[in-house]
């Protein structure tokens, strides 16, 4: 409404300074709303969820099991990430040479969410290395992610046939498992 | 420049800008004061609304599902399988590394720039209508206004886009040269980077630049580069997410976009609200709703009445006096044309009013004629956002001749948003007393 005087001259930005000023805005504001954020606990309300995991993290997850699983569950899949393979390749035939233990061996588990994983050294574990109980019972482990695998089957009983999985899987290594009291 | 430099550069305009408070204050009558206190509480309390509770709830809502998923893809590795252009998705991964796979990940982004929107508002303001009263005005109405709250709530683009295109016409409105002009247009490609529909604020961005900036006509030409900052965003998605990163990939994936687009015209959806039905707030969506028990939560994009009831207002008081300008009177049709220019360029219209307009117009015509059967209210939001500007030069330039009228106005729009707080902000309220906000049908979830 001023176009033009003393007061609007004033006022007039420059060209470059004023997206720059607006950019510096961004980032005090975004820094501000994670001060407040850690202030009022946001961890705590902001609950993680299963898809939460990514590479390099470690979450802490409870498996469901019957200690027959240890040679029930199986996966196929031609790939190997940062040394864990699947005990069957894409084609269903064993991989020769099979892995070279346990703690090599990706196997399908499900958590008590129902979320589907691969992974290997759970069997290894100390903790899992007196009787096991005879009903179905959870396993609390470390799950360390280093990766997913979209092309893979999975199959959770000898006699069934692999079926591919209907979405990318996360692929880790289980540590520090133990059976809760 | 030093880092002295800077800090000595900032450490004046600080100095400078509260000297100018000050004094802005010490010459303020005690109505004018009064209206600036009241100003800061819609500010203030706009901010605190927007943050309060904003992880809550921690599950997806409303479309959080089509796009959180796809942020998170780009960091496990695996493709974008969603239907938008990916910055928006980049912005939440950000979100999501800083603060994990959570509530508070993937709202971060739009929570900053929602804040950002107002910050924005002021600059803006101040600059279209040269006044610091007129910033004031549109970053507070801006601030209180529950289609922004809501936006600024939720794990969704319409927010961040609006910010962005705020953000370019402030860069248009304050280009010189052609320096200004390219910062502009890259500016409106990061824009599109989020939504295609950004791309419509180049009109009057380039009108802006034009009348206010005198930019010489041919620098209007750097918009070429806005395509080039969407293909590099695109690429480096693809990059990401471990995509084909070649041209021809890139044209097969986007063709099949705009195909999908053009084809979502022939949908329905029971949110679905025709263009003209976004002026009265028809059928707002309410963004996130969630219930413990009888307790409920709302975060409603109904904007604040008092604001869109006075756009309105203002829209249909301009249209008749046009009306009856080109019609009464006699004389030819030079006469009249003379007569509604007369109007135009007068006050209280003139050419900031003028320049805001072609803002809400220009981001609001493409829902007129290219998708006008598959459309939603949230589609308003970055027009909305400058018609709340333009209410903010108007209040401003009226509260000179009429501050305590002014006063009254403000006061009932701060009564009205503690009112639509709770269903803005997602009190914890029963539903009856939801109902009692959100009264029509329509409103409700």
Not at chain 2, 61 to 75: I, K, Q, R
């Amino acid at each position: 409404m001023e176009s033009g005087s003393a007061q609007g001259e004033r006022y007039a930005p420059s060209e470059i300074d004023v997206s720059l000023r607006a950019l510096l805005a961004l980032f005090v504001i975004g820094f501000g709303v994670w001060v407040v954020f850690a202030w009022m606990r946001y961890d705590k309300n902001a609950a993680q969820t299963e898809q939460g995991w990514h590479k390099g993290t470690r979450q802490l997850i409870e498996v469901t099991l019957v200690r027959e699983d240890a040679n029930k569950l199986a996966c196929a899949s031609n790939i190997t990430l940062e040394g864990l393979s699947c005990g069957y390749l894409a084609n269903s035939q064993p991989r020769v040479p099979p892995p070279q233990d346990d703690a090599h061996l990706l196997r399908p588990y499900c958590n008590v969410k129902n979320d589907v994983l691969l992974a290997a050294g759970l069997w290894d574990s100390p903790g899992m290395r007196g009787p096991l109980p005879a009903e179905r019972f959870t396993v609390v482990c470390n799950y360390d992610i280093v990766g997913v695998i979209k092309s893979v089957s999975l199959r959770f009983s000898p006699n069934d046939k692999f079926d591919p999985a209907k979405q990318s899987l996360p692929v880790g290594i289980l540590t520090d498992c133990v059976i809760p009291q | 420049m030093t880092s002295t430099a800077v800090t000595a550069k900032f450490a004046r305009a600080a100095r400078s800008t509260w000297q100018r408070v000050t004094a802005a204050w010490a010459s303020a009558s005690l109505t004018e004061r009064a209206t600036t206190v009241l100003l800061g509480i819609m500010i203030v309390g706009g901010i605190v609304l927007r943050i309060r509770a904003v992880w809550h709830p921690p599950t997806f809502t409303f479309d959080e599902p089509f796009f959180v998923p796809n942020a998170h893809n780009y960091l496990l590795g695996i493709k974008d399988t969603n239907d938008h252009p990916p910055l928006f998705k980049l912005f939440m991964s950000v979100g999501i590394l800083l603060f994990g796979y959570n509530s508070a990940g993937w709202r971060f982004p739009a929570l900053c720039f929602g804040i950002l929107s107002v910050v924005l508002a002021y600059w803006l303001g101040r600059a279209y209508f040269r006044t610091a009263r007129a910033g004031l005005m549109a970053a507070a109405f801006v601030a209180a206004d529950g289609f922004f709250i809501s936006y600024s709530r939720v794990g969704l683009m319409d927010g961040i886009l609006t910010s962005l295109l705020l953000w370019s016409m402030l860069a248009a409105i304050s280009a010189r040269t052609w320096r200004g002009v390219l910062v502009t247009a890259l500016l409106v490609g990061i824009a599109v980077s989020v939504k295609w529909s950004g791309i419509f604020i180049v009109v009057p961005a380039v009108v802006t630049m034009l009348l206010v900036g005198r930019v010489r006509f041919w620098s209007v030409l750097i918009f070429a580069v806005v395509p080039v900052v969407q293909t590099g965003v695109w690429l480096l998605a693809l990059r990401l997410s471990g995509e084909p990163t070649d041209l021809a990939s890139l044209w097969r994936l986007v063709s099949g976009l705009v195909k999908h687009h053009v084809d979502m015209n022939l949908s329905t959806n029971p949110l679905n609200s025709s263009w003209y039905t976004w002026l009265i707030f028809y059928r707002p969506v309410v963004v996130k709703f969630s219930a413990h028990g009888v307790s409920k939560f709302y975060s409603s994009s109904v904007g604040n009445p008092v604001f869109w009831i006075a756009v309105d207002l203002f829209l249909i008081w301009s249209f008749i006096q046009l009306v009856a300008r080109a019609t009464a009177g006699g004389g030819g049709l030079r006469a009249r044309l003379a007569r509604m220019r007369d109007f135009l360029v007068g006050k209280p219209v003139g050419k900031p009013i003028l320049l805001t307009l072609l803002g809400w117009a220009a981001l609001l015509a493409p829902w007129t004629i290219l998708r006008n059967k598959f459309s939603f209210t949230h589609y308003y939001l970055p027009s909305y956002g400058f018609a709340l500007l333009m209410l903010g030069g108007l209040v401003a330039y009226s509260e000179r001749k009429r501050p305590k009228t002014v006063l009254l106005f403000v006061a009932l729009a701060l009564v009205v948003a503690i009112y639509f707080a709770p269903v803005w902000g997602e009190f914890s309220i029963r539903e009856q007393v939801a109902n009692r906000r959100l009264i029509p049908p329509g409103w409700r979830p």
